[in-house]
């Protein structure tokens, strides 16, 4: 009996953790039917992020879908910047390391940010780079 009962936290450790693979499964399917209307899109556990054209939007992920989602245009961005533990950082050559990986958004009008979190800080990087490019590239003359 003394064995039984010494597998049984066993038993409801290895239910949690199926329940909770479950729930990731969910949030992971649920985030991939959401992206497909976009160009471009990030999953994370902090965030998930779309780009279709000028257009940005980004949520919270949960098992029912993307969840206070927010959407703005890069036409009304006027600086993104990649901050470590809240400090901006160049994208070309981020830290190895970090706590709070985010990109930040400051908009031109209000002065007012938006901080999309990430989990990864060479991800965070690599988006970084490409919307300063579309940023780049929708200010080019030939667009305007």
Same mark, same amino acid.
């Given at each position: 009996? @003394?064995?039984?009962? *010494?597998? *049984?936290?066993?038993?409801?450790?290895?239910? $949690?953790?199926? $329940?909770?693979?479950?729930?990731?499964?969910?949030?992971? %399917?649920?985030?991939?039917?959401?992206?497909?209307?976009?160009?471009?899109?990030?999953?994370?556990?902090? #965030?998930?992020?779309?780009?279709?054209?000028? &257009?940005?939007?980004?949520?919270?992920?949960? =098992?029912?879908?993307?969840?206070?989602? @927010?959407?703005?245009? *890069?036409?009304?961005?006027? @600086? !993104?910047?990649?901050?470590?533990?809240?400090?901006?950082?160049?994208?070309? !050559?981020? =830290?190895?390391?970090?706590? #709070?990986? %985010?990109?930040?958004?400051?908009?031109? /009008?209000?002065?007012?940010?938006?901080?999309?979190?990430?989990? /990864?800080?060479?991800?965070?990087? /690599? $988006?970084?780079?490409?919307?300063? &490019?579309? *940023?780049? #590239?929708?200010?080019?003359?030939?667009?305007?």
């Amino acid at each position: 009996m @003394e064995h039984g009962l *010494l597998w *049984l936290p066993l038993l409801a450790m290895f239910f $949690w953790l199926a $329940w909770q693979g479950s729930k990731e499964y969910q949030k992971v %399917e649920a985030y991939r039917v959401w992206a497909e209307q976009f160009e471009r899109a990030k999953y994370d556990i902090y #965030s998930v992020l779309g780009q279709k054209g000028n &257009s940005i939007t980004w949520g919270k992920p949960t =098992p029912q879908g993307p969840v206070k989602l @927010e959407t703005f245009s *890069l036409v009304d961005v006027k @600086e !993104i910047s990649l901050l470590i533990d809240g400090k901006s950082v160049n994208v070309e !050559i981020p =830290p190895d390391k970090g706590r #709070s990986i %985010e990109l930040e958004f400051v908009f031109c /009008e209000s002065g007012d940010s938006v901080r999309v979190p990430f989990t /990864e800080i060479p991800l965070a990087a /690599e $988006w970084a780079k490409y919307l300063h &490019s579309a *940023l780049a #590239s929708w200010r080019s003359p030939t667009n305007q």
